[in-house]
């Protein structure tokens, strides 16, 4: 670096095109992994949403009063709301802080939610079925 007038008059448009490319790459980084994120705990959440149906699933095709025990893993900062009004019985609904980032319909067997349940980390849950609805209650 040569060190005469022009050298140091140049340092101060140096850092400010080095300020300006930061500032406006710092907003995309910080969005992909935001998105990431989200990302990341969808899937974890739809897998746990899988893990119930399908318990759902085996008690409700089980004899008459079985009872079924999940352990499920929220991850920090989400739940799952199993059931709700009108169509939303039928739905595992899955938050990221208060975003809704996905629904899981319960298929087969097409039958509703007897009440509300949220879910909140590791929990242990005893489900039972029977043909009026699925109870899911924490153990």
């Known amino acids: 670096m040569r060190m005469d007038r022009r050298a140091i008059t140049g340092l101060p448009v140096k850092l400010l095109v080095i300020s300006a490319i930061l500032a406006l790459c710092i907003?995309?980084?910080s969005g992909s992994l935001d998105s990431g994120m989200t990302e990341m705990d969808r899937n974890q959440m739809d897998g746990e949403a899988q893990r119930i149906a399908n318990a759902?699933?085996?008690a409700y095709y089980s004899s008459?009063?079985?009872q079924k025990y999940l352990e499920t893993d929220i991850p920090?900062?989400?739940t799952l709301v199993l059931g709700g009004?009108?169509?939303d019985s039928y739905a595992i609904h899955m938050y990221r802080g208060s975003e809704e980032i996905g629904k899981h319909w319960m298929e087969k067997p097409m039958i509703p939610f007897k009440d509300t349940l949220t879910i909140e980390g590791r929990t242990m849950l005893r489900i039972s079925a029977d043909t009026?609805?699925?109870e899911?209650?924490?153990a």
Do not use: L, N, R
């Open 132 to 134: 009026t609805g699925i």
């Open 27 to 29: 907003p995309v980084v």
């Open 85 to 87: 009004e009108g169509e």
């Open 136 to 138: 899911v209650e924490e």
């Open 64 to 66: 008459v009063g079985d």
């Open 76 to 78: 920090s900062g989400c």
């Open 56 to 58: 759902v699933s085996g």
